[in-house]
């Protein structure tokens, strides 16, 4: 086996891993919409220590801790990491703020500009580049945020702040990926932000302002974002550190395809014209997106076979 072949193997998974872990991502508003009557703070610090406790459950049975030291003794690292899970917290609470206010449309207009600022993050920082086809993209895509937000008559803060902190986080975990395994980094992420949730929970029960009883079907429910919320962070991490930022930025369109569908859809969420041209443009942007990657695999992968024929040969 060549370094090509190994590195094609590893691309085509990135892009399985990421694909499923923003299908999971897609369905997301669901699963919020059962917890309407708890505040977003609290949600987002069950959520929080849930996933902490099921990354650790995780590492317990398959003697994964020696990751986790092995990360300790890089300060640098250590950092990156707290600023990931410090962005990750920010970018769940105000999705969830949108979702349970009945703005899931805004919430996926955010995840629409965000592989917008990832293959900005990606050019402007990490020197990728972006074929002509791609630049076409991302000029329809800019242009379809710009009619959304017209539409909308007021800055879409929930839309802007999910964008951002989501790629703020991408950028930072394709920096650290390489080092770093999906589940030691996600478990530094949510333990550098549980200290402040577990105050803040623990300070809720004694206020008298919690709405979560643990033993109750609710509270099952609530416990149940440990799991809900890892694996697809756990799936986006193993995808991140395969693929290019680009790349990554083209597949994230798949999650608010879905939202948008169940905000539309299923929320019964208002949808009026300014709206339905500005999703037009995205859905362009998103064709002209998924047209290059698949042409771009189309030419390589024969190369790459051509390579191992003349080799053999």
Request: charged share 10%; net charge positive.
């Amino acid at each position: 086996m060549t370094d090509e072949w190994c590195e094609d193997v590893q691309v085509r998974a990135g892009v399985l891993y990421s694909v499923a872990a923003y299908l999971l991502w897609s369905l997301f508003p669901l699963y919020f919409k059962l917890l309407g009557r708890s505040g977003a703070l609290e949600i987002i610090g069950y959520r929080v220590v849930c996933s902490l406790i099921f990354c650790a459950a995780i590492l317990f049975v398959v003697r994964g801790w020696g990751d986790v030291r092995g990360l300790l003794s890089s300060r640098r690292t250590m950092l990156s990491l707290a600023a990931a899970g410090v962005l990750v917290t920010i970018n769940w609470t105000v999705y969830v703020v949108g979702v349970n206010s009945g703005r899931t449309l805004d919430a996926a207009l955010g995840y629409f500009i965000n592989p917008l600022v990832a293959a900005a993050l990606g050019v402007l920082v990490l020197r990728e580049t972006m074929s002509r086809i791609q630049w076409v993209a991302f000029v329809v895509g800019a242009v379809a945020c710009v009619v959304l937000a017209v539409g909308y008559g007021k800055v879409p803060w929930i839309a802007f702040g999910v964008a951002g902190s989501f790629g703020l986080y991408s950028l930072v975990k394709k920096q650290v990926g390489a080092k770093v395994t999906a589940l030691a980094g996600l478990t530094i992420e949510t333990a550098t932000v549980a200290p402040v949730m577990i105050v803040y929970l623990v300070w809720l029960s004694l206020s008298g302002g919690a709405t979560v009883e643990v033993a109750s079907s609710y509270g099952a429910l609530m416990l149940a974002a440990g799991p809900i919320t890892a694996v697809p962070l756990l799936l986006f991490a193993a995808g991140a550190r395969r693929v290019r930022l680009v790349t990554l930025g083209m597949i994230q369109y798949i999650a608010p395809i879905g939202q948008f569908l169940l905000g539309w859809l299923v929320f019964d969420e208002p949808m009026p014209p300014e709206r339905w041209v500005g999703f037009a443009l995205v859905w362009v942007a998103v064709a002209l997106f998924a047209g290059s990657a698949l042409w771009q695999l189309s030419r390589q992968y024969p190369r790459s076979r051509n390579r191992e024929v003349v080799k053999e040969a």
